[in-house]
DNA sequence: CAGATCGTTTTT
DNA sequence: CATGAAAAACGATCTG
């Protein structure tokens, strides 16, 4: 089977949309943007002329010189609305002014902006009349080889969030009578995909026994996790130095990212010999043979990503082709892809075996790919409330 | 007015 | 000159 056939049995097949949840949140949101938008005394916080009005020119408030537009303009983004909110409560002449909750507002208008008109309305729009909802999935849809998803792209759903605009979002989606919902994920895929390309000592033995590679880091450099995982997300992105220090903030960035180095020492080598390799060639070359040329041979930065990225979704696909030839049955239905991720319509009363059957199928990469490093996935219920 | 671009949000 | 990957999609605004 090939994937073009597995994908056109997901678009066919689609997911169930719970209707009450969805309309009941675009109620609710709609009702919240005019409230909002009256408490902001008419500024659109769509607006960015708006908010410049407001915040600049009637509120008085400062410019922030590291929160510009890429055009140079002040961004009002949720990072410069968090320091604008930080400069509102810490200054009393703001504090017992009108505006108090003005940055909060914005921020609770531009999320229930985006989670209604992406999602919940999207979903509204497009569900069929048997309550599936169905995207549109490109095989070609980016330039690293990854599918892209369309109308709606359910690949940018929001997690489950502590955010009252898409703390919902999951219970859109239900399962069939008798079935539920569950999503497995190979975790941290393209770490180890380094691993195995690098060959690093310390992390194919973290992975090889199966433990946390971030309690492995943790316990290693001496870091939180959320430094931790900011650190190497930019490392596997190819940023640069300054943009390192820019993002890890105070603290002693260059000792972390020299420890960060040390510990990762083989793949800090084999990703500047991709980048070498990549430079000269002007392409990059995946473990399927599938190529990415780059669109500036005198910048080969992308290379290490794209390798990363564009191989592991090489991974994902070839274990969706086993999947489908080995697991997919009217009881067990691949329904989406996420990525890194499947996500599985389950006959309930068969569930426990068929998780151990897609996980011991799905991580079976050595099939297509040969690795000393283990492609593990890990499980996770859609809907936990469904009893 | 149509189409392009900007700014913002969300995901892996 | 500066540089963090890949995307979708909305509304507002700019351009021809």
Redesign the pocket.
């Known amino acids: 089977m090939q994937n073009i056939n597995i994908f056109r049995v997901m678009e066919g097949r689609g997911v169930r949309i719970n209707k009450e949840v969805v309309d009941q949140e675009i109620a609710y949101g709609e009702g919240r943007m005019n409230q909002l938008r009256r408490e902001l005394n008419g500024y659109?916080p769509?607006?960015?002329?708006?908010?410049k009005t407001l915040l600049i020119d009637e509120m008085k408030l400062p410019i922030l010189p590291d929160r510009l537009?890429?055009?140079?303009?002040?961004?009002?983004?949720?990072?410069?609305?968090k320091d604008y909110e930080a400069i509102l409560e810490n200054n009393p002449a703001y504090a017992n002014g009108p505006w108090g909750s003005v940055a909060s507002n914005?921020?609770e208008y531009?999320?229930w902006?985006?989670?209604l008109?992406?999602c919940y309305k999207?979903f509204s729009d497009l569900v069929g009349p048997d309550g599936r909802l169905r995207?549109?999935y490109?095989l070609h849809?980016?330039?690293?080889g990854?599918t892209?998803?369309?109308?709606?792209?359910l690949?940018?759903?929001?997690?489950d969030?502590n955010?009252i605009?898409?703390r919902n979002i999951k219970r859109a989606f239900e399962a069939d009578e008798g079935y539920v919902l569950l999503q497995v994920?190979f975790s941290q895929?393209e770490m180890r995909l380094a691993t195995r390309y690098a060959k690093q000592p310390n992390l194919t033995e973290t992975f090889q026994w199966n433990r946390d590679m971030w309690g492995d880091m943790i316990a290693a450099l001496n870091r939180p996790k959320a430094q931790c995982k900011?650190l190497t997300?930019?490392k596997?992105?190819?940023?640069?130095r300054?943009?390192?220090r820019?993002?890890l903030g105070g603290d002693d960035p260059d000792q972390f990212i020299t420890d960060w180095e040390a510990y990762h020492d083989r793949i800090v080598a084999f990703s500047n010999k991709v980048y070498e390799v990549a430079k000269k060639r002007g392409y990059v070359r995946y473990w399927t043979g599938r190529v990415r040329h780059l669109?500036d041979r005198r910048?080969a930065?992308?290379a290490f990503?794209?390798l990363l990225?564009g191989g592991l979704a090489e991974i994902v696909k070839s274990a969706m082709i086993r999947l489908y030839n080995e697991v997919d049955n009217p009881e067990c239905r691949m329904l989406l892809m996420?990525?890194?991720?499947v996500i599985f319509e389950i006959k309930r009363e068969y569930l426990e075996q068929y998780i151990t059957q897609i996980k011991q199928v799905m991580s079976r990469v050595e099939d297509e790919f040969e690795t000393n490093v283990p492609f593990d996935v890990e499980e996770e219920m859609w809907g936990l409330d469904a009893a």
């Open positions: 659109n769509l607006s960015h002329k708006d908010l537009t890429p055009a140079g303009k002040p961004s009002f983004d949720k990072n410069a609305m914005i921020l531009r999320g902006h985006i989670t008109s992406l999207k995207c549109d490109w849809g980016t330039k690293t990854r892209s998803a369309h109308d709606p792209n690949q940018q759903i929001p997690k969030g955010k605009w898409n994920d895929g900011t997300y930019a596997m992105y190819g940023a640069q300054n943009k390192l820019l993002i669109p910048d930065r992308l990503n794209s990225q996420v990525h890194d991720s």
